[in-house]
């Protein structure tokens, strides 16, 4: 099934798909670029495979990404939600036991926000496979000017969104070294 260019439904589950891929492509590239940084974010132990392992979570992460924002279909859309519940399992665990999520090479907590964008992020990702929405990069060749406008919006998006998940739960928590607990 084609879907039809006026299906609100389907352009969103398209749009959250792509935010949720380019988060996930932007986290993985992050550890593949600096490993060592990634697996002390993460909490691995001190030894010769540590950042290895960090380095290959992060190419895991860019090539789950990547299915999302290029391949699409079942397939493309299905791995990207598969990736995302189980990083939102292994954050929400985290999370339960005062862990850093290690998602952007820094050592920041699992905040509400960041199991939000998870779950949302998947939940779209089965939506898009479900009506065959497109990818990103398919709508570009579609509607060259529309696509890229809604690619640079997308980036924009990805940063800001990498920011609040990274920096809102230690502004929290210096708001209540300050005031002291609620």
């Known amino acids: 099934m084609v879907p039809e260019a006026d299906d609100p439904l389907t352009a969103l589950t398209a749009v959250v798909t792509a935010f949720a891929?380019?988060?996930l492509v932007l986290a993985g590239a992050i550890k593949v670029r600096d490993p060592r940084a990634a697996a002390l974010a993460l909490g691995l132990r001190r030894g010769p495979g540590r950042p290895w392992l960090a380095g290959g979570l992060?190419?895991?992460?860019v090539l789950l990404g990547t299915a999302g924002l290029l391949v699409g279909g079942p397939f493309?859309?299905?791995a990207l939600a598969a990736g995302q519940v189980g990083l939102l399992g292994?954050?929400?665990s985290r999370r339960r036991h005062g862990r850093s999520c290690g998602c952007f090479g820094t050592?920041?907590?699992v905040g509400g926000a960041h199991l939000v964008v998870l779950a949302v992020g998947a939940l779209a990702a089965v939506g898009a496979a479900a009506r065959s929405a497109p990818t990103a990069?398919?709508?570009?060749v579609v509607d060259p000017w529309p696509g890229a406008l809604l690619l640079v919006l997308l980036g924009i998006g990805v940063a800001l969104m990498r920011v609040l998940m990274t920096s809102a739960v230690?502004?929290?928590?210096?708001v209540v070294l300050v005031e002291g607990p609620s």
């Open 21 to 23: 891929a380019g988060l």
């Open 58 to 61: 992060g190419i895991g992460e």
């Open 76 to 78: 493309g859309f299905l």
């Open 90 to 92: 292994t954050a929400a």
């Open 107 to 109: 050592a920041s907590r």
């Open 137 to 140: 990069f398919g709508l570009v």
């Open 170 to 174: 230690a502004l929290r928590d210096a």
